[in-house]
């Protein structure tokens, strides 16, 4: 691809800061398909052939596989970075270089906050502190260059209203570092994934103003396909015969998210597999089937032959035998349920529909997979809210009781995953799929308020054909 101007500007300044090192990091921003990664790839080769060592870094382990598929075979997740970093013989190789660069795409999504509660343990996640503490403690270059690579129009972590690791006065005032942002305007995709970009420029948020007021149906109309409740799941099914990894249902919220997959797997079922008890699952619908998605929501403490992300599409291409542990936290009666696994053996999944050959045998919660459908929230959140809920309270008292491999343990630690036909917000950033169908309902905040950050990235997920559901009417639309 031909470099725009904006773009050789960055890699000019790149070039300049590889020279004399006079920035700590730069930031490199833009809308989908301007040509983000290009850019990190034309970076990298210059650090090759100045003998500059560097890093490919993403926060989901399905952006990470996109750079690896895009010839940045280095790439990892920011959390397995973290891990590697402390093995010696990275020490050892690190040291005999220099300068050093790491690169992190999608930056939009690295938080660095809090929650306090007055009744509950406060929710931390200061990923950006982590990303400067573990640099700057193992790696004994003698120059590091971050390059932060994101949109801050797309949706800011969960704690955020915004994207510090995109903020240049962040850097500056919290770490004392010097850098530079520079920013990408021009599309380079393919000429509807450009109109589609065209659409998702209403929802930009220009004035960090969460009051936006989004336009009117009428202004986007003819650039969407509008459909109704009962035209969704039809919709859907007519696109995935064609091909079924080309279509995603996005939603607010993993509940909603649940019902269309489990719309969707109801119609997709063969029947019982019988392989499981009566008991076992509320409904043999829902029970995985060979050919089934799943993403992953969490591999806990699991170590593969080949790298399982939080994040990823996964195929089902064998079923294996199902499991029933019946764990405790104590000697208490109440307490003694029992939690369902199974194995399956997978092949991981790219946006584009490529498997990658490299399959695993997986053990995955069947409680996890499935729980939406039969409890309601509190329920939902007792049995499975990481951190507090009963599972992780069974194997903290596992492990007060002196069973400290508890959190190595395949029993207390399945791969958790979900139906991977509709997914929220969150979980498509760093996606795209030729088709996307965005249900609107929910989409509001407390006060009626749609943020645009999620509309905004929910568009810009589709790069052919986007259909909208429960558009919102006019009295939601300020």
Aim: aromatic share 12%; charged share 25%.
């Amino acid at each position: 691809m031909e470099l725009d101007n904006s773009q050789l500007l960055f890699i000019e300044n790149f070039k300049t800061n590889l020279r004399i090192f006079n920035n700590d990091f730069l930031i490199l921003s833009g809308p989908a398909g301007t040509g983000k990664t290009e850019v990190i790839k034309e970076s990298a080769k210059i650090c090759e052939k100045l003998g500059i060592g560097y890093q490919c870094l993403a926060f989901t382990g399905r952006a990470a596989s996109v750079l690896r598929s895009r010839g940045l075979t280095n790439a990892r997740t920011i959390d397995s970075w973290f891990w590697y970093l402390k093995r010696r013989e990275v020490m050892g190789d690190l040291k005999k270089l220099d300068k050093f660069v790491i690169f992190i795409d999608e930056s939009s999504m690295i938080s660095n906050s809090a929650i306090i509660y007055s009744d509950k343990e406060p929710e931390l996640d200061f990923k950006l502190d982590e990303i400067m503490w573990s640099t700057y403690r193992h790696i004994p270059c003698k120059s590091i260059m971050f390059v932060f690579v994101g949109d801050e129009n797309q949706l800011p972590p969960i704690k955020h209203d915004y994207a510090p690791a995109l903020d240049i006065d962040y850097f500056k005032n919290r770490y004392g570092l010097n850098g530079a942002s520079f920013q990408l305007n021009k599309p380079h995709r393919q000429k509807k994934e450009s109109e589609i970009s065209e659409i998702a420029e209403n929802f930009k948020n220009k004035n960090n103003s969460e009051n936006l007021k989004i336009p009117p149906l009428s202004q986007i109309k003819g650039d969407i396909k509008l459909l109704k409740n009962s035209e969704v799941i039809p919709t859907f099914f007519d696109l995935y015969f064609r091909n079924k990894h080309s279509v995603k249902i996005i939603t607010a919220t993993n509940k909603k998210a649940d019902f269309y997959n489990f719309s969707i797997k109801e119609k997709l079922s063969p029947g019982s597999s019988e392989l499981y008890e009566k008991y076992h699952i509320p409904t043999d619908y829902l029970e995985p089937q060979k050919g089934d998605i799943l993403q992953i929501f969490e591999n806990t403490r699991r170590v593969y032959e080949y790298p399982l992300y939080n994040g990823q599409f996964v195929e089902i291409l064998e079923l294996g035998p199902v499991r029933e542990h019946v764990l405790s936290k104590g000697n208490r009666n109440f307490d003694r349920i029992p939690f369902i696994n199974q194995d399956i053996l997978v092949d991981t999944v790219s946006d584009s529909g490529e498997k990658s050959g490299n399959l695993l045998n997986i053990t995955i919660s069947i409680d996890h997979l499935v729980n939406n459908s039969n409890l309601n929230k509190v329920q939902y959140e007792f049995f499975d809210k990481k951190d507090t809920g009963m599972l992780d309270s069974i194997k903290d008292y596992e492990y007060i009781s002196g069973n400290k491999r508890v959190y190595s343990q395949q029993i207390y630690n399945p791969t958790l995953a979900r139906f991977g036909y509709a997914i929220t917000g969150h979980k498509a950033q760093g996606g795209g799929w030729e088709n996307i169908i965005i249900d609107f309902s929910g989409f509001n905040d407390d006060k009626g308020h749609l943020p645009p950050s999620w509309i905004y990235t929910a568009i810009t997920r589709a790069k052919s054909n986007l259909y909208v559901v429960n558009y919102p009417t006019e009295d939601l639309n300020e």
